[in-house]
């Protein structure tokens, strides 16, 4: 064939005379790399953006125990302690709990108009909530049936009760981590959870050398007149990562399966191309060289591999990296109703999907290759006989 453009024209012409077949094929294609790709982009991510969101956490956190049980700290006696170990920059007493919202359980948080570690909110543009109000996670918008969202509701632990006004709601892009939050001022946050003034739940503490964080332990544990359990940002990290680990552990099966199918779909192409022996044989003998009957066939596998390759990396990517996708939280992670949604950091993501298209595509092509040479270096007459159509 003297020109190459000839070559991919009739290539293309012979996928036509088999739509069914092509389609086929290339949906075969597409949806091994969606599957394999969704599986490990998912895991990847997730534990990716877990990482970052914890970083900007505190080095270590101090909590009292009482016969195995969390108690208050005295905010005073705890910071003297604290920040007399060498290496601790700052001591940091927070106040929160787990109580009862308006749909549910939610984690209500204290703070006060000088703390600087509060999150960014919107679109109060920072300004922390005074007596009766709440800046709320995008899991705690209450809806009614006019589809509006209640400025107003009730939180309840035990006998007390409080009603506050929502003045701001939590940037949705990290719901990860503020889900379920439910900002208050530090007296209401107290007057809930019946902590006395000069207490609170635990103490986060922040040290000068982070990688250095376990080293100074032993001297914090002494430090303190009471039983204290601390838990560092290391130790957060890797029980994080291995509980994720373990719930998208379902995940990776789906590669098995995904294996099998790629395992057909070469030998459905390497059947395929060894099928074509009479219109190899006929082409020989329309005087096409070896060279073209193989770049027919390498251009008529590339024709089904290459769409179905970049579509299914960009349904892939849609599905993982789509802003504010909430059906991992259904499907792996047993929310019911109101899963948070997912922001997922998607570096490294470009890597993994040409890894995974090259893994599925390379084998596919290869497949078709060695039949495509055997039939256009065999002889004509011979091709044509095999056929029993000469």
């Not at 909590?63 to 910071?79: I, L, T």
């Not at 789906?254 to 395992?263: D, M, R």
């Not at 890894?355 to 039939?375: C, R």
């Amino acid at each position: 064939m003297k020109y190459i453009p000839a070559i991919w024209l009739w290539a293309a012409r012979d996928l036509i005379r088999h739509p069914f077949e092509s389609i086929l094929l290339a949906s075969a294609l597409a949806s091994v790399i969606i599957v394999a790709s969704v599986s490990l982009l998912l895991s990847q991510g997730i534990s990716e953006t877990a990482i970052r969101l914890l970083e900007h956490g505190p080095s270590v956190v101090v909590r009292r125990v009482v016969s195995g049980h969390w108690v208050p700290v005295p905010v005073e006696d705890a910071v003297r302690a604290a920040v007399s170990v060498p290496g601790v920059i700052s001591a940091r007493p927070r106040i929160w709990g787990v109580i009862n919202g308006p749909e549910g359980p939610v984690t209500i948080m204290g703070t006060s108009l000088t703390d600087e570690n509060m999150l960014k909110i919107h679109p109060v543009h920072g300004r922390s909530p005074v007596q009766g109000e709440a800046v709320i996670g995008p899991g705690v918008i209450s809806v009614s049936s006019n589809g509006k969202m209640h400025t107003e509701f009730f939180l309840v632990n035990g006998r007390r009760e409080l009603k506050v006004k929502v003045t701001g709601v939590l940037p949705a892009e990290n719901s990860m981590a503020v889900h379920d939050i439910v900002l208050l001022d530090e007296n209401d946050a107290r007057y809930l959870l019946d902590l006395e003034e000069g207490f609170a739940s635990d103490l986060a503490i922040r040290v000068f050398h982070e990688q250095e964080s376990d080293a100074i332990l032993p001297d914090l544990v002494d430090s303190f007149p009471w039983p204290v359990s601390l838990t560092t940002k290391n130790e957060t990290l890797k029980i994080y990562s291995t509980s994720t680990s373990r719930q998208t552990g379902l995940v990776y099966l789906a590669l098995v399966p995904s294996l099998l199918a790629l395992a057909l779909l070469v030998t459905a192409g390497f059947k395929g191309t060894r099928g074509k022996i009479y219109e190899a044989g006929l082409l020989k003998a329309m005087g096409w060289t070896t060279q073209d009957i193989v770049g027919f066939f390498m251009c008529r596998a590339a024709l089904i591999s290459f769409p179905a390759c970049t579509f299914g990396m960009t349904v892939a990517y849609a599905l993982v990296y789509m802003p504010g996708i909430s059906w991992p939280g259904y499907l792996f992670f047993g929310w019911q109703s109101n899963a948070p949604g997912l922001y997922l950091n998607s570096e490294g993501a470009v890597m993994v999907l040409l890894q995974i298209a090259s893994g599925v595509v390379v084998p596919y092509l290869f497949s078709n290759l060695w039949p495509a040479i055997e039939n256009a270096t065999a002889d004509p007459h011979q091709l044509l006989q095999e056929e029993g159509r000469w």
